[in-house]
């Protein structure tokens, strides 16, 4: 991609339908585990996917409202006018939450052997990864 | 490394906002090049040099 081509959206029907694809495959996920006797990780990866989903569908639809330049990169991201400096901040995040999530499930597996429940625990780290992809890019956006 | 566009921006007469739509980046991303927190990358810096008729090491300065 050039940098002097004008940035166009991601149109609303694509949106939609990479919406649709995640909720097939998190539906996927949930009947894979269901079938494999893994009740518990079964839901967490249903909460987890529900959770991401309705987390784009939101900032997305603040971002249409508002428009892109208000709520910054991470919508631009989301509505796919996201520019280099919006990308290289998204793959740092992203490096982040890679980085913590080694750390959030050995936490984890420790938390389950020890007793907790295992829908609370993956719930948990998806709460807990996602925090730092939020927490993540918006210090590299004031940084960067 | 130091570079020249806010200068030549502001002699230009443009807001960051206008140079941001011509060369087609978001305002944060001009406002980051211009206080030199963000590096561009090499395509970015050739658009930069292109859209005020100059070259690159015209307006981009190694620190060293």
Same mark, same amino acid.
């Given at each position: 991609? $050039?940098?002097?081509? +004008?940035?166009? *959206?991601?149109?609303?029907?694509?949106?939609?339908?990479?919406?649709?694809?995640?909720? %097939?495959?998190?539906?996927i996920?949930?009947?894979?585990?269901?079938?494999?006797?893994? +009740?518990? $990780?079964?839901?967490?990866?249903?909460? *987890?996917?529900l959770? %991401?989903?309705?987390?784009?569908?939101v900032?997305?639809?603040?971002?249409?409202?508002?428009? +892109?330049?208000?709520?910054?990169?991470?919508?631009?991201?989301?509505?796919? $006018?996201?520019?280099?400096?919006?990308?290289?901040?998204? $793959?740092?995040?992203?490096?982040?939450?890679?980085?913590?999530?080694?750390?959030?499930?050995?936490?984890?597996?420790?938390?389950?052997?020890?007793? @907790?429940? *295992?829908?609370?625990?993956?719930?948990?780290?998806?709460?807990?990864?996602? @925090?730092?992809?939020?927490?993540?890019?918006?210090?590299?956006?004031r940084?960067? | 490394?130091?570079? #020249?566009?806010?200068?030549?921006?502001?002699?230009?007469?443009? !807001?960051? &906002?206008?140079?941001?739509?011509?060369?087609? /980046?978001?305002?944060?991303? /001009?406002? !980051?090049?211009?206080?030199?927190?963000? #590096?561009? !990358?090499?395509?970015? &810096?050739? &658009? /930069?040099?292109?859209?005020?008729?100059?070259?690159?090491?015209?307006?981009?300065? #190694? #620190? /060293?």
């Amino acid at each position: 991609m $050039t940098t002097s081509e +004008p940035r166009r *959206g991601l149109s609303d029907r694509r949106f939609l339908v990479a919406v649709g694809c995640g909720l %097939v495959a998190v539906g996927i996920m949930w009947l894979v585990f269901t079938l494999a006797g893994e +009740p518990d $990780t079964a839901a967490g990866a249903l909460v *987890g996917g529900l959770a %991401v989903t309705a987390l784009a569908i939101v900032v997305r639809w603040r971002a249409k409202r508002r428009g +892109p330049s208000v709520d910054g990169g991470f919508s631009r991201v989301l509505l796919g $006018t996201a520019d280099e400096r919006d990308n290289t901040i998204l $793959t740092a995040s992203l490096a982040w939450v890679g980085l913590v999530a080694f750390g959030a499930h050995a936490i984890g597996l420790a938390a389950v052997a020890l007793g @907790a429940d *295992g829908f609370v625990v993956i719930g948990a780290i998806e709460a807990v990864l996602i @925090a730092v992809l939020v927490g993540a890019f918006i210090l590299l956006s004031r940084r960067t | 490394m130091r570079n #020249d566009i806010r200068l030549l921006r502001e002699e230009a007469g443009l !807001s960051q &906002a206008a140079l941001a739509e011509a060369l087609g /980046v978001s305002r944060q991303t /001009v406002n !980051s090049l211009e206080n030199g927190r963000y #590096d561009p !990358s090499l395509p970015l &810096a050739f &658009a /930069v040099a292109r859209y005020f008729r100059t070259t690159i090491e015209e307006i981009f300065h #190694d #620190d /060293v």
